[in-house]
C-alpha cells in the first residue's frame, strides 16, 4: 500500500509491499533487477497517473527508498526520455557524482564525458549497462593512449535510457570493479510496453554558439509485442551531429632560465633577478574545431516461452566520427632566452615572472642569431573515432516457486582510432613580442608583431603517425535465488562470473626528414583565425594569426606523408581473465531492519606485454631501434564481505549503515608501455607490478521522506585506501640491450622505473540533499557533497613537511560540490532550471606536472510543452552561463600558474518530440 506521503510503508513488510516496490523498480529480469530484499507473489501496484518531471522525481524517490543498499536513482520522464542530451549530464546532479567534460587532462569539450564518485578518480567508478561491463573507446588520441578504465559517456546518448542507478554501497551480487560504486544503465523491455505498437522520435535542431553552426539532432524508438505478450522487440536508433568550436590559451612550458641551455647564462648575468623565477617559455592561443557525428541504436528481442521463463537478446552499436583540428599559435619565449636576448622589461611577483618583453629587433651584438618569437603548430587528425558494441543474451528460469535462475552471456568491443595524426610545425622569424599574465581571472595579454602574415621561406617540421586501441570482454553469469518459506533471511543468493578482458595500444610514428619539408610545398596559405577567437578568455589572447585550412593541411599530409613505423616503447597488449563466486543473503525483521550480507571472491589474472629495446629484438621500430617482447604475468585473489542494513524508523524515516571491502583493478595504461635507457640505467611508462586499488568504505545515513515526493538527507562515508595507484619511483631487472649487444650474451641490470606504484590514500565525506515539491506546480532540488581525500604515503608526506603542501592531494577530489535545480510543471507546460557547481580538483599529471582544474559552475535550462498526447515541443538551453574552464599548476612557493583557460561556448536545442 501507499501512504499519504506516496511512499511504500515497509517498517512492517508484508508481501503485497514488497511485491510494490518490485513492481515500482520495473524489475522485468532480475538479472539485473534492483535489489528489493526477496521475490514475493506478483501483485499489480496502483497506476500512478502523475506524468512528465513530477513522475520521474516519484520513481527515483521510491527506488531510492525501497533500496536495501545505499543508491541514486534517475528515472525517464517518458519512455525512453531523459531530461538530458548525455547519460552523465543527468548524473551530475545528483550527490556524490562529479563530471568532467574530457578523459584527462586535455581540457574541457563542452560535453560531460567522465564521472566519479565521491572525490575519486573516474576509473575507480565502474560503469555497466543492464548490469554487464561495456567496451569502451576514446577519440582524443591523447587518451587512446592513456587507457584508463573508465567508460565515455560520450558514446552513451540519454534516449536509450530508462533509468540510471548509482550504486555508492557494494553488494556482494555486483561485480567487483568499482572501488567507489558502480553506475548501471538500464535500458527498456519490449514487454513492458503499455501498448502492443508503440513508437516515439525527437527531431531536433542544435545551435552551437562559439562554432555558429545548426546541426540536427534525430532520435527514434519502435516498440511492438505480440497479443499474448510473450514475445517483443524494440528499436532504437540515433544519429546525431554537432560542430564545436573552443577558444584557449596553453602555457605548454614553465621553467626557471638556469633550467634551460644555450646563453642562458649570459641572460641571467644580466638580468639576475630572473634566476631561480618561472618564466612561461611557450603561451600558446589554442584554436580547435570539431565535428562529431554519433550514430548507432539498440535492438532487444524478449520471449516468454513457457511460464516462469524470460530471455531477453540485446545488441548495441554506437560510434563518434569525431575529426578534429587544432592550431596553436605560441609566443617562443625559449627562443629569444637561450639565443642569449636579454629582455627589455619584465615583472616579478613571488617566484613567478608574471609579464616579459623583449626587443622589437635583434640586438647588434647578436649578429641576427636571436632565433625566433613564434612558433604555430598546426595538427590534423581527420578520421578520429571512438565506438562501442555489445551483444548480451539474459535468461530467467523460475524451477519452482522457490528457486529461480538467472544468466548472462555476451562479449561487448570498443575501439579508439587516429588513423592519421598530421603535424606541421612552422617557426616564425625574430620579431620581439611579449606577455603579462592576469592571474586565474583570464587569459593573459600576449603581443607578436606580424603574426598575420605566413613566413613563406623556410621549411616545415612534420610528423605524425596512428593510433589504434581495442578494449573488449566476453563474459558470461549464473546467479540463483532462493526463497524460504519464513524466517530472517528470506532469500539466499549465490552465482559465478566469468570474463576475459583484454586491451591492446598500437601506436605507430612516422620516419621524419631531418631537413624538413619546404614551405612552398604547402602552397598558398589565406585562411586565418576567426576574428573574434578569445574574444571570452579575457586578457588580450593573440588573435588574427595566420592558419591553414583543415582541407588543405591534410591534402599535404597525405602527400608527404612519410612511412609509419611500429612505436614499440608506447604499444603493449593485455590480457586479462577473471572469475568470481559470491553468496548473500537478505535480511528482513518484523521490527524493521532488512538488508543483505554477504562476501565475493575475485581472482585476477594478469598478462602484460610490453616492449623494450634490445638490439637482437625481432621488432623493428622507428630508424635502427629494435625491440624485443617483455611478458610479465601475475595473479593474485580478493576477498570482498560486505553488508548492507536498512532500518525502517516509522512510516517516514530510514536510516541505512554499509560496510564492504571492495577492489578496482589498475589502468590499463599504468600497468603497460616501457621506455628504458640502457646507459642511465633509469626508465619511464607502465608498471606491471602494480597491485589492485583495495580499499574498506563505511557509509552511514538517513533518509526523511517527511511529504509526497519530498525527501530530506544525510549521509557520512569513508574510504581507507589501503592500496592505491600514485607516481613514484622503484627498482626492477630488465635485459640491458647495449651491455647485451656489447657482451654478445644476455645481460641484466637494475634499472631506476619513475612510473606508477602502489601507495596508500584515505577519503572521507558526507553528503546533504533536499528534494521538495513548493506548490502550485513548483518544485526544487538541492544537495551538496563534502570530499576529503588524501594520499596518505610517508613519500608523500615528507614532500608535504619539506613544503611541498600539495603532495598528498588526490585526483578528482574537489572538496565542495554543489547542485540547485528548480522546476514548474502544470498542464502541458513543463521548465527546469538547474546550477552544478564543483570545486577545484587534481586533475592528472602533464608533462610531468600535477594540473588542477579549477572551480567551475553551470547553468542549464529546459522547456517543454505538450500539444497533445502525440505531440510536444522542447527547448533546452546548456552552458548557459558560458563558463571559463581553467587549470593550474603550483610552483614551489604553493603560489598557482595558468596552466589554460578555454571557452566551448554555450549550446541551445530546439526539437519536436512524436509519440505514437
Given at each position: 500500500?501507499?501512504?499519504?506521503?506516496?511512499?511504500?510503508?515497509?517498517?512492517?513488510?508484508?508481501?503485497?509491499?514488497?511485491?510494490?516496490?518490485?513492481?515500482?523498480?520495473?524489475?522485468?529480469?532480475?538479472?539485473?533487477?534492483?535489489?528489493?530484499?526477496?521475490?514475493?507473489?506478483?501483485?499489480?501496484?496502483?497506476?500512478?497517473?502523475?506524468?512528465?518531471?513530477?513522475?520521474?522525481?516519484?520513481?527515483?524517490?521510491?527506488?531510492?527508498?525501497?533500496?536495501?543498499?545505499?543508491?541514486?536513482?534517475?528515472?525517464?520522464?517518458?519512455?525512453?526520455?531523459?531530461?538530458?542530451?548525455?547519460?552523465?549530464?543527468?548524473?551530475?546532479?545528483?550527490?556524490?557524482?562529479?563530471?568532467?567534460?574530457?578523459?584527462?587532462?586535455?581540457?574541457?569539450?563542452?560535453?560531460?564525458?567522465?564521472?566519479?564518485?565521491?572525490?575519486?578518480?573516474?576509473?575507480?567508478?565502474?560503469?555497466?549497462?543492464?548490469?554487464?561491463?561495456?567496451?569502451?573507446?576514446?577519440?582524443?588520441?591523447?587518451n587512446q593512449t592513456g587507457a584508463g578504465r573508465s567508460v565515455s559517456y560520450s558514446l552513451l546518448p540519454s534516449e536509450l535510457v530508462e533509468r540510471i542507478e548509482v550504486r555508492k554501497s557494494a553488494r556482494a551480487d555486483i561485480?567487483?570493479?568499482?572501488?567507489?560504486?558502480?553506475?548501471?544503465?538500464?535500458?527498456?523491455?519490449?514487454?513492458?510496453?503499455?501498448?502492443?505498437?508503440?513508437?516515439?522520435?525527437?527531431?531536433?535542431?542544435?545551435?552551437?554558439?562559439?562554432?555558429?553552426?545548426?546541426?540536427?539532432?534525430?532520435?527514434?524508438?519502435?516498440?511492438?509485442?505480440?497479443?499474448?505478450?510473450?514475445?517483443?522487440?524494440?528499436?532504437?536508433?540515433?544519429?546525431?551531429?554537432?560542430?564545436?568550436?573552443?577558444?584557449?590559451?596553453?602555457?605548454?612550458?614553465?621553467?626557471?632560465?638556469?633550467?634551460?641551455?644555450?646563453?642562458?647564462?649570459?641572460?641571467?648575468?644580466?638580468?639576475?633577478?630572473?634566476?631561480?623565477?618561472?618564466?612561461?617559455?611557450?603561451?600558446?592561443?589554442?584554436?580547435?574545431?570539431?565535428?562529431?557525428?554519433?550514430?548507432?541504436?539498440?535492438?532487444?528481442?524478449?520471449?516468454?516461452?513457457?511460464?516462469?521463463?524470460?530471455?531477453?537478446?540485446?545488441?548495441?552499436?554506437?560510434?563518434?566520427?569525431?575529426?578534429?583540428?587544432?592550431?596553436?599559435?605560441?609566443?617562443?619565449?625559449?627562443?629569444?632566452?637561450?639565443?642569449?636576448?636579454?629582455?627589455?622589461?619584465?615583472?616579478?611577483?613571488?617566484?613567478?615572472?608574471?609579464?616579459?618583453?623583449?626587443?622589437?629587433?635583434?640586438?647588434?651584438?647578436?649578429?641576427?642569431?636571436?632565433?625566433?618569437?613564434?612558433?604555430?603548430?598546426?595538427?590534423?587528425?581527420?578520421?578520429?573515432?571512438?565506438?562501442?558494441?555489445?551483444?548480451?543474451?539474459?535468461?530467467?528460469?523460475?524451477?519452482?516457486?522457490?528457486?529461480?535462475?538467472?544468466?548472462?552471456?555476451?562479449?561487448?568491443?570498443?575501439?579508439?582510432?587516429?588513423?592519421?595524426?598530421?603535424?606541421?610545425?612552422?617557426?616564425?622569424?625574430?620579431?620581439?613580442?611579449?606577455?603579462?599574465?592576469?592571474?586565474?581571472?583570464?587569459?593573459?595579454?600576449?603581443?607578436?608583431?606580424?603574426?598575420?602574415?605566413?613566413?613563406?621561406?623556410?621549411?616545415?617540421?612534420?610528423?605524425?603517425?596512428?593510433?589504434?586501441?581495442?578494449?573488449?570482454?566476453?563474459?558470461?553469469?549464473?546467479?540463483?535465488?532462493?526463497?524460504?518459506?519464513?524466517?530472517?533471511?528470506?532469500?539466499?543468493?549465490?552465482?559465478?562470473?566469468?570474463?576475459?578482458?583484454?586491451?591492446?595500444?598500437?601506436?605507430?610514428?612516422?620516419?621524419?626528414?631531418?631537413?624538413?619539408?619546404?614551405?612552398?610545398?604547402?602552397?598558398?596559405?589565406?585562411?586565418?583565425?576567426?576574428?573574434?577567437?578569445?574574444?571570452?578568455?579575457?586578457?588580450?589572447?593573440?588573435?588574427?594569426?595566420?592558419?591553414?585550412?583543415?582541407?588543405?593541411?591534410?591534402?599535404?599530409?597525405?602527400?608527404?606523408?612519410?612511412?609509419?613505423?611500429?612505436?614499440?616503447?608506447?604499444?603493449?597488449?593485455?590480457?586479462?581473465?577473471?572469475?568470481?563466486?559470491?553468496?548473500?543473503?537478505?535480511?528482513?525483521?518484523?521490527?524493521?531492519?532488512?538488508?543483505?550480507?554477504?562476501?565475493?571472491?575475485?581472482?585476477?589474472?594478469?598478462?602484460?606485454?610490453?616492449?623494450?629495446?634490445?638490439?637482437?629484438?625481432?621488432?623493428?621500430?622507428?630508424?635502427?631501434?629494435?625491440?624485443?617482447?617483455?611478458?610479465?604475468?601475475?595473479?593474485?585473489?580478493?576477498?570482498?564481505?560486505?553488508?548492507?542494513?536498512?532500518?525502517?524508523?516509522?512510516?517516514?524515516?530510514?536510516?541505512?549503515?554499509?560496510?564492504?571491502?571492495?577492489?578496482?583493478?589498475?589502468?590499463?595504461?599504468?600497468?603497460?608501455?616501457?621506455?628504458?635507457?640502457?646507459?642511465?640505467?633509469?626508465?619511464?611508462?607502465?608498471?606491471?607490478?602494480?597491485?589492485?586499488?583495495?580499499?574498506?568504505?563505511?557509509?552511514?545515513?538517513?533518509?526523511?521522506?517527511?511529504?509526497?515526493?519530498?525527501?530530506?538527507?544525510?549521509?557520512?562515508?569513508?574510504?581507507?585506501?589501503?592500496?592505491?595507484?600514485?607516481?613514484?619511483?622503484?627498482?626492477?631487472?630488465?635485459?640491458?640491450?647495449?651491455?647485451?649487444?656489447?657482451?654478445?650474451?644476455?645481460?641484466?641490470?637494475?634499472?631506476?622505473?619513475?612510473?606508477?606504484?602502489?601507495?596508500?590514500?584515505?577519503?572521507?565525506?558526507?553528503?546533504?540533499?533536499?528534494?521538495?515539491?513548493?506548490?502550485?506546480?513548483?518544485?526544487?532540488?538541492?544537495?551538496?557533497?563534502?570530499?576529503?581525500?588524501?594520499?596518505?604515503?610517508?613519500?608523500?608526506?615528507?614532500?608535504?613537511?619539506?613544503?611541498?603542501?600539495?603532495?598528498?592531494?588526490?585526483?578528482?577530489?574537489?572538496?565542495?560540490?554543489?547542485?540547485?535545480?528548480?522546476?514548474?510543471?502544470?498542464?502541458?507546460?513543463?521548465?527546469?532550471?538547474?546550477?552544478?557547481?564543483?570545486?577545484?580538483?587534481?586533475?592528472?599529471?602533464?608533462?610531468?606536472?600535477?594540473?588542477?582544474?579549477?572551480?567551475?559552475?553551470?547553468?542549464?535550462?529546459?522547456?517543454?510543452?505538450?500539444?497533445?498526447?502525440?505531440?510536444?515541443?522542447?527547448?533546452?538551453?546548456?552552458?548557459?552561463?558560458?563558463?571559463?574552464?581553467?587549470?593550474?599548476?603550483?610552483?614551489?612557493?604553493?603560489?598557482?600558474?595558468?596552466?589554460?583557460?578555454?571557452?566551448?561556448?554555450?549550446?541551445?536545442?530546439?526539437?519536436?518530440?512524436?509519440?505514437?
Amino acid at each position: 500500500m501507499f501512504n499519504e506521503r506516496g511512499f511504500a510503508m515497509q517498517y512492517k513488510p508484508t508481501p503485497v509491499a514488497l511485491a510494490v516496490a518490485i513492481a515500482m523498480l520495473g524489475a522485468a529480469a532480475p538479472a539485473y533487477a534492483a535489489d528489493a530484499p526477496a521475490a514475493q507473489p506478483e501483485v499489480k501496484a496502483e497506476e500512478v497517473k502523475v506524468t512528465g518531471i513530477r513522475a520521474s522525481k516519484q520513481r527515483s524517490l521510491v527506488a531510492k527508498r525501497n533500496a536495501a543498499s545505499v543508491v541514486e536513482v534517475v528515472t525517464s520522464e517518458d519512455i525512453g526520455k531523459m531530461p538530458d542530451k548525455n547519460v552523465a549530464d543527468s548524473l551530475q546532479r545528483v550527490p556524490g557524482v562529479n563530471t568532467i567534460t574530457a578523459g584527462g587532462t586535455e581540457g574541457g569539450f563542452g560535453e560531460n564525458d567522465r564521472i566519479s564518485l565521491r572525490g575519486t578518480p573516474p576509473s575507480l567508478t565502474a560503469t555497466t549497462i543492464n548490469g554487464h561491463g561495456v567496451g569502451t573507446g576514446d577519440w582524443f588520441i591523447l587518451n587512446q593512449t592513456g587507457a584508463g578504465r573508465s567508460v565515455s559517456y560520450s558514446l552513451l546518448p540519454s534516449e536509450l535510457v530508462e533509468r540510471i542507478e548509482v550504486r555508492k554501497s557494494a553488494r556482494a551480487d555486483i561485480t567487483e570493479g568499482g572501488v567507489a560504486g558502480s553506475v548501471d544503465i538500464q535500458t527498456r523491455h519490449p514487454l513492458d510496453a503499455k501498448t502492443q505498437f508503440s513508437a516515439t522520435g525527437n527531431i531536433q535542431a542544435v545551435y552551437s554558439e562559439l562554432a555558429d553552426k545548426w546541426d540536427p539532432q534525430l532520435s527514434a524508438s519502435f516498440n511492438w509485442k505480440n497479443s499474448a505478450n510473450t514475445f517483443g522487440i524494440m528499436v532504437q536508433g540515433f544519429n546525431e551531429k554537432r560542430h564545436l568550436r573552443r577558444d584557449g590559451q596553453e602555457f605548454l612550458w614553465w621553467d626557471t632560465l638556469e633550467n634551460l641551455w644555450g646563453k642562458n647564462n649570459d641572460v641571467l648575468a644580466a638580468a639576475p633577478e630572473l634566476r631561480g623565477k618561472n618564466i612561461s617559455l611557450l603561451t600558446g592561443s589554442a584554436w580547435f574545431e570539431q565535428e562529431r557525428v554519433r550514430k548507432g541504436g539498440l535492438i532487444t528481442l524478449q520471449a516468454r516461452p513457457a511460464e516462469g521463463i524470460n530471455l531477453e537478446l540485446s545488441g548495441f552499436s554506437s560510434k563518434l566520427n569525431a575529426s578534429n583540428y587544432n592550431r596553436n599559435q605560441m609566443f617562443w619565449a625559449v627562443s629569444p632566452l637561450t639565443n642569449g636576448v636579454v629582455p627589455s622589461s619584465y615583472t616579478i611577483e613571488g617566484s613567478t615572472v608574471t609579464a616579459i618583453a623583449f626587443p622589437a629587433t635583434c640586438p647588434a651584438h647578436l649578429n641576427g642569431a636571436c632565433g625566433g618569437s613564434w612558433i604555430q603548430d598546426a595538427i590534423g587528425r581527420k578520421g578520429a573515432y571512438a565506438k562501442s558494441d555489445f551483444l548480451n543474451l539474459d535468461g530467467r528460469f523460475n524451477i519452482s516457486d522457490r528457486f529461480t535462475l538467472t544468466g548472462q552471456l555476451g562479449t561487448t568491443r570498443g575501439e579508439g582510432g587516429t588513423p592519421r595524426d598530421t603535424i606541421a610545425e612552422i617557426g616564425g622569424p625574430y620579431v620581439g613580442g611579449s606577455y603579462k599574465l592576469n592571474g586565474m581571472n583570464g587569459a593573459a595579454t600576449v603581443t607578436i608583431p606580424g603574426v598575420a602574415n605566413f613566413p613563406t621561406a623556410g621549411n616545415i617540421d612534420t610528423w605524425g603517425g596512428k593510433v589504434l586501441t581495442k578494449d573488449s570482454e566476453d563474459y558470461g553469469q549464473i546467479d540463483g535465488r532462493y526463497a524460504f518459506a519464513e524466517g530472517v533471511v528470506p532469500t539466499l543468493k549465490f552465482g559465478l562470473h566469468f570474463a576475459k578482458h583484454e586491451r591492446s595500444l598500437e601506436q605507430s610514428g612516422s620516419i621524419t626528414d631531418p631537413a624538413g619539408v619546404p614551405r612552398s610545398s604547402l602552397g598558398a596559405v589565406t585562411g586565418s583565425y576567426p576574428s573574434d577567437f578569445g574574444a571570452g578568455l579575457g586578457g588580450g589572447v593573440l588573435g588574427g594569426s595566420w592558419a591553414i585550412p583543415f582541407d588543405q593541411l591534410i591534402a599535404w599530409g597525405d602527400k608527404y606523408k612519410r612511412p609509419d613505423r611500429q612505436d614499440w616503447a608506447s604499444s603493449y597488449t593485455i590480457s586479462e581473465p577473471t572469475s568470481s563466486a559470491y553468496i548473500m543473503a537478505d535480511i528482513q525483521t518484523d521490527e524493521g531492519l532488512s538488508g543483505n550480507v554477504g562476501i565475493r571472491f575475485a581472482r585476477t589474472k594478469e598478462e602484460i606485454k610490453s616492449y623494450v629495446l634490445d638490439a637482437n629484438g625481432s621488432f623493428q621500430g622507428p630508424g635502427n631501434t629494435r625491440y624485443a617482447a617483455s611478458v610479465v604475468s601475475s595473479d593474485y585473489t580478493d576477498v570482498l564481505p560486505s553488508a548492507n542494513l536498512r532500518l525502517d524508523i516509522g512510516s517516514d524515516l530510514v536510516a541505512r549503515i554499509a560496510l564492504a571491502k571492495v577492489m578496482a583493478r589498475p589502468d590499463f595504461g599504468r600497468l603497460a608501455g616501457l621506455s628504458l635507457n640502457d646507459t642511465s640505467l633509469s626508465g619511464s611508462g607502465g608498471n606491471p607490478y602494480l597491485k589492485p586499488i583495495r580499499s574498506t568504505n563505511f557509509d552511514a545515513g538517513v533518509e526523511w521522506y517527511f511529504g509526497k515526493n519530498a525527501m530530506l538527507s544525510a549521509a557520512f562515508y569513508s574510504m581507507d585506501l589501503s592500496s592505491y595507484v600514485s607516481f613514484g619511483t622503484y627498482n626492477a631487472v630488465f635485459r640491458n640491450g647495449v651491455e647485451s649487444q656489447k657482451q654478445g650474451k644476455d645481460v641484466f641490470s637494475t634499472y631506476l622505473m619513475n612510473t606508477p606504484i602502489n601507495t596508500t590514500g584515505d577519503v572521507k565525506g558526507i553528503e546533504l540533499s533536499l528534494e521538495m515539491p513548493i506548490g502550485g506546480g513548483f518544485g526544487f532540488n538541492t544537495n551538496y557533497t563534502y570530499a576529503d581525500g588524501k594520499e596518505t604515503s610517508v613519500a608523500c608526506e615528507a614532500k608535504e613537511n619539506a613544503g611541498d603542501r600539495h603532495a598528498c592531494d588526490l585526483v578528482g577530489t574537489s572538496e565542495h560540490s554543489f547542485n540547485l535545480g528548480g522546476f514548474y510543471e502544470v498542464g502541458k507546460l513543463s521548465a527546469r532550471v538547474a546550477y552544478n557547481y564543483r570545486s577545484a580538483f587534481l586533475n592528472g599529471i602533464d608533462r610531468r606536472s600535477a594540473v588542477y582544474q579549477d572551480a567551475v559552475g553551470t547553468w542549464v535550462a529546459s522547456l517543454g510543452y505538450t500539444i497533445n498526447d502525440n505531440l510536444a515541443l522542447s527547448f533546452d538551453a546548456k552552458d548557459i552561463n558560458n563558463p571559463l574552464l581553467k587549470t593550474y599548476v603550483y610552483d614551489k612557493t604553493g603560489a598557482k600558474q595558468p596552466q589554460s583557460f578555454y571557452k566551448n561556448g554555450r549550446q541551445y536545442y530546439v526539437g519536436l518530440r512524436m509519440k505514437y
